[in-house]
Nanobody, 121 residues
Framework: QVQLVESGGGLVQAGGSLRLSCAAS????????MDWYRQAPGKQRELVARINRGGGTSYADSVRGRFTVSMDNAKDTVYLRMNGLEPEDTGVYLC???????????????WGQGTQVTVSS
């Protein structure tokens, strides 16, 4: 089972920026997609950004144009650059990785422990 470790969260004022990292214990090329989810208090876990093995990306409407997901295969790390942060972006940000079979079967894949992002107004 791959280990995913998120880092880079913190407290930031509205309008500020953060860069989150998700470091994997295995070669990330084995995963067909790697996702960033957000868990806000009292809300359902939300998929905010995805990057696929080929480097293609997609975003939730709420973050498109402000967040950028990228990956560094040499470091087995996926990043989430967050600009123009808003109080509504507050939550625990979790990294998720799915192998091709997990993606095809619709199972949950592997999760990190999350990193807290708090945006003050």
């Amino acid at each position: 089972q791959v280990q995913l470790v998120e880092s880079g969260g913190g407290l930031v004022q509205a309008g500020g920026s953060l860069r989150l990292s998700c470091a994997a214990s295995e070669n990330i090329s084995k995963f067909i997609v790697m996702d960033w989810y957000r868990q806000a208090p009292g809300k359902q876990r939300e998929l905010v950004a995805r990057i696929n093995r080929g480097g293609g990306t997609s975003y939730a409407d709420s973050v498109r144009g402000r967040f950028t997901v990228s990956m560094d295969n040499a470091k087995d790390t996926v990043y989430l650059r967050m600009n123009g942060l808003e109080p509504e972006d507050t939550g625990v940000y979790l990294c998720n990785a799915k192998t091709p079979s997990e993606y095809r079967e619709g199972v949950s894949g592997s999760w990190g422990q999350g990193t807290q992002v708090t945006v003050s107004s």
